[in-house]
């Protein structure tokens, strides 16, 4: 009896061992399985990216040797204008030193490099950043892109509204002198957009974070520089 | 141990646990698919928030911007079905540890950026200050949930409880 007793308890302890073996075995398998669904989330991930770059570009003409901003001007002092169309900021520079740039592109003193760059698609519901800087390409098209960009900033959308439509950009583009036909079909092809996105990529890759970034010869102007006077400075400083 | 669970009511933590450790999961699961869901949709964008950091070179930024979102969403997915929720606990854990310290080293060094943790992210909207401290308070929240599930993975409605059929006896396997 009492021997019985114990076979039967000896064997309950190896059941019991094995059930746990097999639980351990199977918490391994489910973390490797776990596992190997946030990597493979992960590559996708990266796939998709890779997928989404696009490789090729058109640069509008008048853009500069990297494609990557519409140069003006012949100046010795390098003005690079890191700006985006939706940026309430990059409104307020230009309503206060949109002059004085023009004054100094056209006293030879500056060669500025405009980069209409898209960092704020989310402030709008129709990506209005990148339907902007791209309609700026088809006016660089037309030998109208500084007018242009003066006008889209004059117009700017608030922010977290639907932007302008592409018929209004048409409409500016119109008003500033590119032929409407062109402009027309450029702007709704989204012709630039690939642009655009090279252009946007490159700003980031040099580190700029934030719009209106102003970089005078490779120096980023601080918050407080960006005035007529400071930026007459810095270019005067640079030149010397 | 057992200073929060009282002996005049032995039972209690016993019964609530497994429906905070369930309502725990799911709060979790909330967190990622929303925080993937909000950045999946413009993964140069999300490339973006991560290089406002300044923390690592651009191109790396622009792959870490691109996996996260997946990544996210696949840690929400596996916390819903509630398979291996230690494991997958202890990821989020990780996780929001490295967004605390990037929030935190952002703040130190007086970057003004959106923590990018929800969407958007980089720069700010005009007038708009950082607001660091909740951003941080709000992943030590996240972090707390992901603690328990760590300490006590085993919640009801899971693939995990599901797989090992029985529940376990108390302190075993866990």
């Not at chain 1, 660089?140 to 950009?169: H, I, M, V, W, Y």
């Not at chain 2, 130190?108 to 950026?113: E, M, T």
Request: overall charge positive; some cysteine.
């Amino acid at each position: 009896m009492s021997s019985r007793k114990g076979q039967k308890k000896a064997a309950q302890v190896v059941r019991e061992q094995i059930a746990r073996e097999k639980r351990r075995t199977r918490t391994i398998w489910t973390s490797i399985g776990a596992a190997a669904v946030l990597v493979i989330a992960g590559l996708i991930g990266w796939a998709v990216f890779s997928s989404q770059k696009s490789k090729t570009y058109t640069a509008p003409p008048n853009a500069n040797h990297e494609g990557t901003g519409i140069a003006m001007g012949q100046g010795q002092v390098t003005v690079n204008i890191y700006e985006d169309y939706q940026c309430p900021a990059c409104k307020q520079f230009q309503d206060t030193s949109g002059s004085t740039i023009t004054e100094l592109i056209n006293q030879n003193k500056v060669r500025v490099v405009f980069h209409p760059v898209a960092f704020l698609n989310r402030f709008s519901s129709t990506e209005y950043s990148t339907r902007a800087s791209a309609a700026s390409g088809c006016a660089a098209d037309g030998a109208r892109f500084k007018e242009f960009t003066d006008a889209l900033f004059a117009k700017q959308p608030p922010e977290n509204s639907a932007g302008l439509s592409d018929a209004e950009l048409i409409d500016i583009g119109a008003s500033v002198g590119v032929s409407r036909d062109a402009f027309s079909s450029c702007v709704k092809d989204g012709k630039y957009k690939s642009w655009t996105a090279h252009v946007t990529d490159d700003a980031s890759r040099s580190g700029v974070v934030s719009t209106p970034t102003i970089k005078v010869n490779g120096r980023v102007l601080q918050a407080t520089e960006r005035t007529p006077e400071g930026i007459k400075a810095a270019v005067a400083a640079a030149g010397k | 141990m057992t200073v929060t669970a009282p002996n005049a009511r032995p039972g209690r933590w016993a019964v609530l646990r497994p429906w905070l450790g369930a309502a725990a999961r799911l709060g979790l699961a909330a967190v990622w698919l929303f925080a993937g869901a909000s950045k999946v949709g413009d993964l140069a964008a999300s490339g973006r928030a991560v290089n406002a950091y300044q923390v690592m070179p651009y191109d790396l930024a622009t792959v870490i911007g691109a996996v996260l979102p997946f990544v996210e969403l696949a840690l929400g997915v596996l916390l819903i079905v509630g398979l291996a929720t230690r494991l997958v606990a202890g990821v989020s854990a990780a996780l929001l540890v490295v967004f605390i310290a990037g929030i935190a080293s952002a703040w130190a060094r007086g970057l003004a950026i959106d923590c990018g943790c929800f969407g958007s992210g980089g720069q700010l909207a005009a007038g708009q200050a950082p607001s660091y401290l909740p951003e941080i308070l709000r992943d030590l929240g996240f972090l707390v949930l992901a603690g328990f599930l760590l300490i006590w993975p085993r919640t009801p409605f899971a693939l995990d409880g599901w797989l090992a059929g029985k529940a376990p006896e108390e302190g075993e396997d866990e």
